[in-house]
C-alpha cells in the first residue's frame, strides 16, 4: 500500500519564480485497485507521479511503499517497484530496439545486464506468451524496430512492458490521451485486464472523466496541490464529476488571477 504523509514540494524556493506545488500534502492508496487522479493542468498531477517514482526529490515529508520509505531510494532503484507509462508513445519504450530487445529489458528491470546477455531464450517463450495475451499480433513483430508502431501499439507495449514484472505500483500518467478514441478504448481495455488479472496497485491520471469512472474504483480530484473530492467511482455520475471540474478549473484560474 502507498502512503503519502505530509509531502511538500516548492520549485525554486525562495526566487521570485517560487512556486508550492504541495505543501503537507497526504493520500493513502489502496492495494490491487486502480485509482483515478483528476485535476486542472498544472494542479501538481504529474509532479506528484515523479516525486513517486523519484525523478523529482521531495523537500520534506513520506513516501511508503509496502512499509518501505521510498524518500530514502534513488530514481533507478525505485524504478525496480514502480512501473509508469506516460502520455508520449515515444517515451517508455527505446525507439531503435525491436520488439524483443524492449520486452528483454523490461524483464531485467533493477537488474545490471549488457546487451551481450541481453535476450535468453526461457524469455522468449514468457515475452511471446505476454504479446499474445495483448491480442494485437506483436509476437510477429518480434524482429521490428520500435519505433515503426503505432502509437497504440507502442502505448500497449509500454504498458506490457511497465508490468510484465509485477510492480508494487503502477502509475499510468494520461497513457491514453495522445490516441484517437478508438485506439484509446482498447488500450484502457488492456490496460483493466492488465491491472486485473495481476492485481496492481495503480494510480492513473486522465483528464477522460468517462474513462475515470469506467476504469477506476476511486476517483480524486486535485486542486492546487490539495484533495478536494475523494470518491468511490460507482457513487458518482459523469454530470456531477464534470460540473465538479469545471468549478475547480474556474477556481483555480481565479485564483491564479
Ligand atoms: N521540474 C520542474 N521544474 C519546475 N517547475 C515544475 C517542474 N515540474 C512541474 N513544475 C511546475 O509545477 C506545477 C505543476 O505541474 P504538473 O506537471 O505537476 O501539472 P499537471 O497537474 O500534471 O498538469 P497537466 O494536466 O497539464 O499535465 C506547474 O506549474 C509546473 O510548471
Ligand atoms: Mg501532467
Known amino acids: 500500500m502507498l502512503k503519502i504523509k505530509n509531502l511538500s514540494k516548492t520549485f525554486y524556493p525562495s526566487t521570485p519564480e517560487e512556486q508550492i506545488v504541495f505543501k503537507d500534502f497526504s493520500l493513502d492508496v489502496e492495494e490491487n485497485v486502480c485509482t483515478t487522479i483528476l485535476g486542472p493542468n498544472g494542479c501538481g498531477k504529474s509532479t506528484l507521479f515523479n516525486l513517486i517514482s523519484g525523478s523529482i526529490i521531495g523537500d ?34 527505446s525507439p531503435n530496439l525491436n520488439i524483443l530487445e524492449n520486452m528483454s529489458i523490461a524483464l531485467k528491470k533493477g537488474e545490471k545486464f549488457t546487451f551481450k546477455n541481453l535476450i535468453k531464450n526461457t524469455d522468449v517463450d514468457l515475452i511471446v506468451k505476454k504479446l499474445k495475451e495483448l491480442d494485437l499480433g506483436l509476437e510477429d513483430k518480434l524482429t521490428t524496430q520500435v519505433k515503426f508502431l503505432s502509437g497504440g501499439q507502442r502505448q ?48 492513473m491520471i486522465t483528464h477522460n472523466l468517462r474513462n475515470a469512472i469506467e476504469y477506476s474504483k476511486r476517483i480524486i480530484m486535485l486542486s492546487k496541490g490539495e484533495v478536494v473530492l475523494d470518491v468511490r467511482a460507482e457513487d458518482i455520475t459523469e454530470e456531477e464529476l464534470n460540473k465538479l471540474y469545471n468549478e475547480n478549473i474556474l477556481k483555480d484560474l481565479r485564483m491564479a488571477s
Not at 515529508?61 to 509508469?84: C, D, P, Q, T
Not at 508490468?163 to 484502457?188: C, F, G, N, Q
Open 156 to 203: 500497449s507495449l509500454s504498458l506490457l512492458m511497465a508490468t510484465i514484472k509485477r510492480p508494487d505500483l503502477l502509475l499510468l500518467d494520461e497513457h491514453t490521451a495522445a490516441l484517437d478514441p478508438k485506439t484509446s478504448k482498447i488500450v484502457m481495455e488492456k490496460t483493466r485486464n492488465l491491472i486485473n488479472k495481476e492485481k496492481i496497485t495503480t494510480l
Open 60 to 93: 520534506s515529508g513520506s513516501i511508503e511503499l509496502n512499509g518501505a520509505e521510498l524518500m530514502n531510494i534513488v530514481e533507478e532503484k525505485r524504478a525496480k517497484y514502480i512501473g509508469k507509462v506516460n502520455q508520449d508513445p515515444s517515451m517508455g519504450v
